[in-house]
Structure formats: structure tokens, C-alpha cells
């Protein structure tokens, strides 16, 4: 008898105030949540560099703790605000930085391709991503945060897309068919 692959992956959705993580076990086909949280650092420190290091602290701490084997990040999207834009690129970076550091894979979705695999819907809103994350991971509270979530969604995302080629589809009901796995059952 053949044992299902195991796999540890850790999903971060980062930020320069508060950088969400989450890491998800997947056996086979089925999902579990092994821990999550959000990093606040805002919260200890207002300058930019201080709190590039609580972040990368703080996720490498994370990493030691739950020895995941691959990363997924979500990729940076068009900030209006330039400094916006570069203190983002900034936490990425170290956030990135704590996982090559461990030699963990490196994964990268957009937010588009994270909300698409998670709801079927490139377009969803940050509720429905939730919804759909606390049901595909049977979390019975709801997180704080959706920096909580979306990183758990961008850890699903690639659990999803590491198997599993996912074809396009015109339609739901061609969607549905092609994918019976994705269906959460209430």
C-alpha cells in the first residue's frame, strides 16, 4: 500500500505592519492547519528597520517551530502610495530572506491567482477568501485579521497548484466538474 506524501508548507502574506503567516500540512489530498498567526510590527517599533527585523525574527522563529518544507509568498500588487510601495517591498524581502535562509522553496502567486484557486473566483472579496479558508481548513474561529487568511490562502494555493494542474474553465459548471475536489460541503 502506497503512504500519502506529506508535505509542510508555510503561506505569508507580508506586510510592513502586520505580515500575516500561516502553515498548512497536506497528506494526500486532505488539509490541515499546523499554526498561524500575524506578525504586529507596527506594534514594538515605529521605525521602518527595527520592524524589518521583529519580521524576520519573528517568521524565522516560526519556521524553526514548524519546520515547514515549502514557502508560498504572495506577490506585491500596484500600491497607488510609492512610500507604501517600498516599505512593502521591504518586509517582503525579509520575509522571503528567513525562508531562503532555512533553504525552504520559494513560491510566489499573485493575489489574483491566490483568490482564483481558493473561491474559483479571481475577483473574490477578502470575506469570501476567509469563508472559504476557515471551511477548506475547518477553522471554527475566525481569525483576526485577513492578513491571517490570506496566508493561509496563499499556503492552499500552492498546495492546490503543486499537484494538482488546474485547467481553465469558461463556467462553474465546467469548473465544478473538472475540479469535485474543490467543492466544500457545508
Known sequence: MKTAQKVR???????????GYGVIEK?????SVVEY????????????????????NRLTEVII?????????????FAKNVQSLIKLSHARAVA????????????????????KSVTGRGSA???QVQFMIQNLL??????????????????VCHSLKRDLPITSSNNWKEFLKNHPERIVKL
Not at 471554527?140 to 490562502?153: G, N, R
Open 9 to 19: 508548507i508555510l503561506g505569508v502574506d507580508p506586510g510592513s505592519i502586520f505580515c
Open 65 to 77: 517551530r514548524t519546520e515547514p518544507d515549502e514557502s508560498a509568498f504572495e506577490t506585491m500588487f
Open 96 to 115: 522571503v530572506l528567513s525562508a531562503v535562509l532555512k533553504d525552504i522553496p520559494i513560491h510566489e502567486y499573485s493575489p489574483r491567482e491566490v483568490k
Open 37 to 56: 498567526g500575524v506578525i504586529r510590527a507596527k506594534k514594538k517599533h515605529d521605525d521602518l528597520n527595527y520592524r524589518l527585523k521583529e519580521i524576520f
Open 138 to 155: 475547518q477553522i471554527q474561529e475566525t481569525p483576526e485579521l485577513f492578513d491571517v487568511s490570506d496566508a493561509l490562502a496563499v499556503a
Open 27 to 31: 497528506t494526500g489530498q486532505k488539509l
Open 125 to 127: 472579496g477578502k470575506e
